[in-house]
Every structure is written in structure tokens, then in C-alpha cells.
């Protein structure tokens, strides 16, 4: 299995308060990405990372940044937490372009926004 | 844009029938495809994947998937299923160009005894 862990698993928060989600591969992948899963959507891309410090946004950003200062680390925060954002978050990785790569899971961390 | 189109949101099939999860997509060019499988509570693996050759892949855990370009179309195909095999399956389709990738909704299959 790739080297990928989540942390934290689980998380209860307050709407308004910042969340941070932390993915970290042992794999040196150059690739890093954050999905969220929601029933009837499947997984959604909420943003990546091509390398250390470049990052880029996905299908649904909105509400979400990233940071990348090591290659194995990739952050997700939600700066002020709202109910819709109450989801299952993945983390996965690529050796390429998610386009044409095989992509690498995490195990998710599921956030509930209160 | 590129989309993807998984009709069936759930299908239950006994133990040993054969199995037939569908997938189209839409896309100009030719698409790169993929299949995922998620069981409970876990995160996703790669199945198989489609970029050119031949059109019929075979995958791990006995899965093959056939693209057709004609129905725009690459559907996954078991033919005995095991009840381990109940989880939840994501066809994928990505640009061969750029970072474009997109995940169907999903289809939950459950296996019957």
C-alpha cells in the first residue's frame, strides 16, 4: 500500500472555526491532491499541488486553500467551517498529471461541521 | 467539457452471476478512462485503466473493461463475482491534456448469498 496517512481520522467542529486537514506520503509523489466525497456527487476535486508550493484549484475550491512547504505534506484548511462543508475528505497522490497517472488514496477523514 | 455518467446508483447480483457496471462518458477527444473500487469505509484503488491499444483491459481481482468509441462507453465486466467484491465502483475520465479529471457518481453493488 502507498505510504499516504490522514490526520486527523475523525473531526467534530463549530460553524466559523478553522479546520485544518493534513495529508502526509512517505512515496516523495510530486503530485498531491484533496477530494471531497458527498453521496450523489462521488469525489470531487477541491485543489492540488504539482510540487512543493505550487498549487492549483479544482472543481470546488470555494471556501478551501492548500499549502505545500514539503513535499510530503499537503494542508487543507477551511478557514471559517460552514455545515456544507460536512463531508468525507481524501487525500490521494500520483507519480504524474492526475489526467493520466494512477492516483494513490488516503484513508479520509470525515468532518462534521455542527 | 468532459463529464461522466454512471446510470445505475445501485445493483444487487447473487454470488457467482456475472457482472456489468456501466460507464459513459463525454469528451471530444479520446479520454483516458478509469475504474475505481471503494469498500467500506476505506479509500479508493485503481481497477484498470484505458489510454489506447487494444480495447479490452484487463484489471486486478478479475475485473476486464471494454471501451467503446461508438457508444462512448467503457463498462466493467466480472464474470463470477465474489461477495468480497461488494463495494462501491467510480469510473473516471481524464483529458490527455492539462489536469482535467472528473468521477462518476458512483455504483454500490451488493452481493446476495
Known amino acids: 500500500d502507498a505510504g499516504i496517512t490522514q490526520s486527523p481520522r475523525h473531526k467534530v467542529t463549530e460553524t466559523g472555526t478553522p479546520v485544518t486537514l493534513r495529508c502526509h506520503q512517505t512515496?516523495?509523489?510530486?503530485?498531491m491532491y484533496w477530494y471531497r466525497q458527498d453521496p450523489g456527487h462521488g469525489l470531487r476535486l477541491i485543489h492540488y499541488s504539482y510540487g512543493v508550493k505550487d498549487t492549483d484549484k479544482g472543481e470546488v475550491s470555494d471556501g478551501y486553500s492548500v499549502s505545500r512547504s514539503k513535499t510530503e505534506d499537503f494542508l487543507l484548511t477551511l478557514e471559517s467551517a460552514t455545515s456544507s462543508q460536512t463531508s468525507v475528505y481524501f487525500c490521494?497522490?500520483?507519480?504524474?498529471?492526475?489526467?493520466?497517472?494512477?492516483?494513490?488514496f488516503g484513508p479520509g477523514t470525515r468532518l462534521t461541521v455542527t | 467539457a468532459q463529464s461522466v455518467t454512471q446510470p445505475d446508483i445501485h445493483i444487487t447480483v447473487s454470488e457467482g452471476a456475472s457482472l456489468e457496471l456501466r460507464c459513459n462518458y463525454s469528451y471530444g477527444a479520446t479520454p483516458y478512462l478509469f475504474w475505481y473500487v471503494q469498500s467500506p469505509g476505506q479509500g479508493l484503488q485503481l481497477l484498470l485503466k484505458y489510454f489506447s491499444g487494444d480495447t479490452l483491459v484487463q484489471g486486478i481481482k478479475g475485473f476486464e473493461a471494454e471501451f467503446k468509441r461508438s457508444q462512448s462507453s467503457f463498462n466493467l465486466r466480472k464474470p463470477s463475482v465474489h461477495w468480497s467484491d461488494a463495494a462501491e465502483y467510480f469510473c473516471a475520465v481524464g483529458a490527455n491534456t492539462g489536469n482535467q479529471f472528473y468521477f462518476g457518481t458512483g455504483t454500490s453493488l451488493t452481493v446476495i448469498p
Open positions: 490521494a497522490i500520483s507519480e504524474g498529471p492526475l489526467s493520466s497517472y494512477e492516483q494513490y
Open positions: 512515496e516523495n509523489h510530486r503530485y
